[in-house]
């Protein structure tokens, strides 16, 4: 399998290289919409990557690539006109993240590189004016949808024009709250992990290489592999901790050792860029100890009893005492991981962890299982226990039972139809003219346009 998918990867880049090669030869107008131009090998530079990742062959790919594009140069040059615009840090942090994508697919920069047929930072100056346009567009799209909303009447009218015969119909779905309370070491139980991470700042000082020991003792696992590497990244991406540290250094300057919400670290800059900083760091995880279980387990024995003899009710106690940030402010309440955006709580059975599920499937509404230790998701030890709020069996769609999903649906409807009428209404006074090899695609008829007199 790893095989086939960098035989696909190289395909990729080969192919990327070969139409930048052939540029000149691929380089005729294949549509002017506005003041902007769209060139033949900017659609067969796409629909080479739709090809090598494995699609058929399919020449209406083309069509529709055509029609994307010209749907971002129109917004791109709204986005002129109503003073949108985007930064350079953000254009800089986006090309970085495409690259370090392409990097981590490819096996390393210097694979990437013979894969493109030049260096990362000409082909980093070569797309730099497609991920500007790209990102202006998203941002004056999200603009003319900023305003948009749904009304309970909406909401119901939009339920009652769906045919009763094309109602979806919903598994079994639970209302679940949680309390988590993880260990807390003292100052003494977390001296061994400081004193760990120490060691290795000293041995940096005296001149071993820091990747190649972030390599062999860093815990964190998404840069370990990198020598500790994080890449370019802006403050918001970091934990308060790790960002004061991480914008006060200068370059190649090394931290003391500080700890986060992980663990500690030891942290060097490599370097500065505006409001960007490219750092890598070696984290030791600090570990629970058996003494600081046992209070864990006697501090959620504590708010358990409470709640049962209605000393306090769940809600306050989950924003009292739980220790996960994702669900204390929510009443302790989980979120459906695929509507987080619209926080529903409605969580169907089968997209429940296997632990959770266990849990709550012998539950009766309203009870609360009994604290268990239990490992989060980042790895992390601690005590839980669970609140059933509702259980709601399977059925057929309804306002009732399912209006945050029904709304969710009208709302995006909503969505889709004012974009489409903001593109209606621009394509009718934008001239655009589409070459005569794709004026047959059907979702281009509506694109072409008379000259404006």
């Known amino acids: 399998m790893r095989k086939t998918l960098g035989i696909i990867i190289a395909l990729l880049f080969i192919t990327i290289t070969y139409v930048q090669a052939q540029k000149k030869s691929l380089d005729k ?18 629909y080479a990557q739709y090809l090598a990742q494995g699609n058929p062959e399919d020449l209406n790919i083309k069509c529709i690539i055509l ?4 749907s971002q140069k129109l917004l791109s040059q709204q986005a002129i006109i109503d003073s949108v615009s985007v930064t350079e840090d953000q254009i800089d942090s986006e090309v970085d993240r495409r690259l370090r994508a392409m990097t981590g697919r490819a096996g390393g920069e210097e694979r990437l590189e013979e894969f493109l047929g030049r260096s990362l930072l000409q082909y980093k100056n070569e797309i730099r004016s497609d991920i500007r346009e790209n990102l202006v567009a998203s941002k004056m799209e999200g603009k003319i949808t900023a305003n948009v909303d749904v009304t309970p009447l909406e909401v119901r009218r939009y339920f009652d024009a ?3 015969d094309s109602l979806p119909s919903f598994n079994t779905e639970v209302e679940i709250g949680e309390i988590v309370v993880f260990p807390k070491l003292t100052k003494l139980e977390k001296e061994t992990f400081r004193d760990k991470a120490e060691a290795l700042r000293l041995r940096i000082k005296g ?13 964190d696992p998404g840069s370990a592999a990198e020598g500790g590497d994080l890449g370019f990244q802006d403050r918001s991406t970091f934990v308060k901790e790790f960002a004061a540290m991480a914008f006060k250094l200068k370059a190649g300057d ?5 700890e986060t919400e992980f663990g500690f670290h030891v942290l060097q800059v490599v370097e500065r860029r505006g409001e960007q900083v490219n750092a890598r760091h ?11 279980l046992d209070r864990a387990k006697a501090h959620i024995d504590s708010i358990y009893n409470k709640i049962k003899d209605k000393k306090l009710d769940f809600a306050t106690a989950a924003s009292l005492y739980s220790d996960n940030t994702e669900t204390k402010y929510n009443g302790g309440m989980m979120l459906n991981a695929e509507n987080v955006q619209n926080r529903s709580t409605y ?3 089968d997209k429940l962890e296997a632990q959770v599920f266990l849990s709550v499937d012998t539950m009766k509404t309203g009870s609360f299982s009994t604290p268990e230790i239990f490992t989060s998701a980042a790895a992390k030890q601690g005590y839980r226990f669970l609140y059933l709020k509702s259980k709601t069996g399977p059925h057929t769609a309804n306002l009732d039972q399912d209006y945050p999903k029904i709304k969710e649906v009208a709302y995006q409807d909503k ?3 004012t974009i489409s009428q903001w593109f209606e209404k621009r394509r009718k006074t934008t001239f655009t003219k589409i070459d005569e090899e794709f004026q047959s695609c059907g979702v281009l008829k509506d694109w072409i346009t008379e000259p404006a007199k």
């Open 254 to 258: 090394l931290s003391p050792v500080f």
């Open 347 to 349: 969580i169907p059975t």
């Open 415 to 417: 969505v889709n139809r």
């Open 282 to 292: 070696i984290l030791i995880k600090t570990e629970p100890t058996t003494a600081s």
């Open 29 to 46: 107008v294949a549509a002017v919409v506005g003041s902007s131009i769209v060139l033949q090998s900017d659609i067969e530079m796409q």
């Open 162 to 164: 769906i045919p009763k």
């Open 67 to 70: 029609q994307q594009i010209l």
């Open 207 to 219: 001149g071993e290489d820091f990747a190649t020991l972030a390599r062999l003792y860093s815990q």
